[in-house]
């Protein structure tokens, strides 16, 4: 077991040590195309692990490899700069932020909502407006992105994320989970007009039975997810009663229930056992969509690793899903926007579910607001009554184990060696004033820096 985490250890090297003569080739080659080795210097630096902000640390950063070599505890504030050193002592360091759930090719709802941007906007646009959405994501200090469904671009952010990690643009570290998972017709963009076949670009692949569902986990893996993710439940009734939203055109029928369009559980335990199980074979993490507590509660129990949304969770479901050690991703973001009076009682769950231990990460379902506001999902968490040390752990080291922990491959999320140099900055306390996270004056993935004092390097 690991220290960090309670989840068995993969092995993963701390240090870049060559095992071969063709990797100290690599190593050599990577040398001449990134500056030498170089030392972060701070004062002040938050770590998600004891949730201490601890003094007067210098982080050994190897950019050819990306990662922490070696930290140093200095005696005091004083620090020896060498000519390529960082000198981040005057500010608060934290790593580098996680968010747990977004959409890449996603912009926000109040521009367009979800299916006039799958209807009306090319796939060119769509990469393009991807490729701004990744930039801001990283000039606000989201390091890594969990990814759960391109949205109608069927596998173009397996391949979105493999640009970033080749540095052909800057962004996030993806995870990401291509198309994602329901039984047929559980998830599709309605449309009233279905002749000559009209339909909107489809967002899940359907799976039903244990042998659909075996077979579209594999395909999802073949096709290079980092997360299987499938819907539990969802509002699957909408042409029952058609509302007038996503067509403005078209009027809402007259007289419908009070509650016309509830979510329906779309998959048996057995169905849902049979997909984790599958990913699990894989050793790849299961995200699943769940709004009912009857979902949260089957999802949790089939070993999802992680639960979304969680809207409406009672005690016994948060009991359950404690069990479990399901980690929750509540995504108070998009829920502040969808349910006005009613959000208070989700503000009230996030808090009940921290108090009861429960692992819970920072996700907004980013993309449905505007990348670059990421921030707030954890200002959502300050607001439920989360202390600002828990809501920081909830930013960075729950979303690693979010993305899947030690299966990922890689740490981030936390600073130490062997830890990927994920490194941001703010010019304030967050303990005195949690707002400074709106301002991030510093940041670096993998060793390379970003943004300095506030300003945009590339
Ligand atoms: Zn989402």
Redesign the pocket.
């Known amino acids: 077991m690991c220290q960090c985490c309670s989840i068995p250890e993969a092995p993963i090297p701390a240090a870049p040590v060559p095992q071969s003569k063709t990797e100290e080739l690599r190593l050599e080659k990577l040398r001449e195309l990134y500056p030498k080795p170089f030392v972060v210097h701070t004062s002040l630096v938050f770590n998600p692990i004891n949730l201490n902000f601890e003094k007067n640390l210098s982080f050994e950063i190897d950019p050819a490899i990306g990662l922490i070599t070696g930290v140093i505890e200095r005696t005091g504030f004083d620090a020896s700069v060498g000519e390529n050193d960082l000198d981040l002592r005057k500010k608060v360091v934290l790593p580098g932020f996680v968010d747990a ?1 977004t ?1 890449i090719f996603l912009h926000s709802y109040d521009e367009a909502d979800n299916a006039k941007q799958k209807r009306d906007e090319s796939f060119v646009e769509r990469v393009l407006r991807a490729t701004n959405h990744c930039s801001s994501a990283l000039l606000a200090g989201y390091t890594t992105y969990r990814d ?2 391109s949205e109608g671009m069927q596998e173009a952010d397996a391949n979105f994320r493999d640009a970033i990690n080749r540095g052909i643009i800057p962004g996030p570290r993806l995870y990401v989970a291509t198309k994602v998972l329901a039984s047929v017709t559980g998830i599709m963009t309605h449309t009233e007009n279905r002749i000559g076949g009209t339909r909107i670009a489809e967002t899940s692949e359907a799976c039903d039975g244990e042998v659909e569902i075996r077979k579209a986990v594999r395909r999802r893996l073949g096709m290079g997810c980092d997360v299987v993710k499938f819907f539990a439940d969802y509002r699957k009734r909408v042409m029952r009663f058609p509302p007038a939203t996503p067509h403005p055109y078209l009027s809402s029928v007259m007289f419908p229930p009070e509650i016309p369009n509830p979510d329906v559980i779309l998959y048996t335990q057995e169905e849902m056992n049979v997909l984790c199980e599958e990913a699990a074979s894989a050793d790849c993490p299961v995200a699943a969509h769940c709004a009912t507590n009857r979902a949260v509660q089957m999802a949790s129990k089939a070993g999802v690793r992680t639960i ?1 949304h969680a809207f409406w969770c009672d005690q016994k479901t948060l009991d359950i899903v404690k069990e479990n050690k399901t980690i929750i991703v509540p995504t108070l973001s998009i829920a502040e926007r969808l349910y006005g009076e009613n959000f208070p009682s989700m503000l009230t769950k996030t808090y009940n579910a921290w108090k009861m231990g429960i692992t819970q990460a920072c996700g907004g ?1 980013t993309g449905t607001f505007n990348h670059g506001e990421n921030i707030r999902e954890a200002e959502l968490f300050r607001e439920s009554g989360v202390p600002v040390e828990d809501t920081l752990r909830c930013l960075t080291f729950n979303g690693w184990l979010a993305c899947g922990g030690h299966s990922t491959g890689r740490k981030f999320g936390w600073l130490a060696e062997g830890c990927a140099a994920d490194i941001v900055a703010v010019d304030e306390d967050p303990r005195q004033n949690f707002g400074t996270l709106r301002k991030i004056s510093f940041v670096m993935k993998d060793g390379k820096p970003y943004k300095m004092d506030g300003i945009k390097l590339f």
């Open positions: 759930h959409h759960l469904g979304e379902d």
